[in-house]
């Protein structure tokens, strides 16, 4: 999904330095993220961390008090009528006009876009199970969620941004979902930027992952390398282990006796040898999903 990377140096987004503050809250505190063309992108951080103000400042809708937004290769806060055409988004709090129906409201949007691929569409409404005729105003939370995500794919926009697209839906739903933005995203010409709090839901789709803690993006890279990279240690020790007993990149540490349990980033060979030599211990390896990696990041 990122093999497009190397055909266009521009970043799909870019933010530098991004600080936006509410009263005396910072929710983002000189964020720095670029995302390359191609991707799919999940966001993770946990409920309340500032991920739909990163997206709303990535997308020009708020702006920051500090650093600079740039979409498309334009600032995003003044974007052209052309970047916007090019863009999909979906809120995590949908709000459309109650008082037209299903197809009105499919019409109406399409109307604004210089291209729009109604087949894509109405071939959602179908697989998604949507009625035609029914009024939005009477749809539930999940139901409007489907029909916002279909006007957004609407326009085959270059870039799909979608905050938490997947919270209201059911499980079932949710895998048609998914699997509907893989099957957008195969093809590597779109870049998608979706906010999550469910890891499973970045796992089955996500090349990438960022991680949004403290109002920063403490890792950004491919979802597999963060993987590869943080793994739990079992030592086992012939003596016990000092309180002070501690590990190059350790995020968590228990020692208990001879025992420790340690959740490292970054532990090379040598270190696992020093480990071992050092302490005459032996070291197990346990990898990590992305739920427990999340978990050991969040840590204290």
């Known amino acids: 999904m990122s093999e497009m990377t190397g055909t266009n140096p521009t970043p799909v987004l870019k933010l530098e330095g991004v600080t936006k503050r509410y009263r005396d809250k910072t929710v983002l505190d000189g964020t720095d993220l670029t995302i390359p063309a191609g991707s799919v992108v999940g966001l993770l951080g946990k409920n309340g961390a500032g991920k739909t103000t990163l997206l709303k400042t990535a997308l020009g809708l708020i702006k920051p008090d500090a650093g600079t937004a740039t979409l498309l290769g334009e600032p995003a806060w003044s974007l052209s009528a052309d970047a916007k055409a090019r ?34 569409v109405w071939q959602l409404v179908k697989d998604w199970q949507l009625n035609a005729d029914d009024k939005v105003g009477n749809l539930s939370v999940g139901t409007l969620q489907k029909l916002a995500i279909i006007l957004a794919l609407g326009p085959e926009p270059e870039l799909l941004v979608l905050d938490e697209p997947a919270a209201s839906l059911d499980p079932a739903a949710r895998r048609d979902f998914l699997k509907a933005l893989l099957d957008i995203a195969v093809n590597g010409t779109r870049t998608i930027v979706f906010s999550t709090h469910i890891t499973s839901d970045l796992e089955r789709v996500a090349d990438r992952v960022a991680i949004l803690r403290g109002g920063k993006i403490v890792y950004h890279g491919e979802l597999d390398e963060l993987k590869d990279a943080v793994k739990r240690l079992h030592v086992t020790s012939s003596r016990p282990l000092a309180p002070s007993f501690n590990v190059p990149g350790a995020m968590r540490l228990r020692v208990e006796g001879n025992e420790a349990l340690v959740s490292v980033r970054g532990a090379s060979s040598e270190v696992l040898e020093s480990i071992r030599k050092d302490y005459d211990a032996s070291v197990r390896v346990e990898d990590l999903n992305l739920e427990d990696i999340f978990l050991e990041m969040h840590h204290g």
């Open 87 to 120: 863009l999909g988004y979906v809120p995590q709090t949908v709000t459309l006009y109650t008082w037209m129906r299903v197809r009105q409201v499919i019409d109406y949007t399409a109307a604004f876009y210089p291209r729009w691929n109604m087949a894509f």
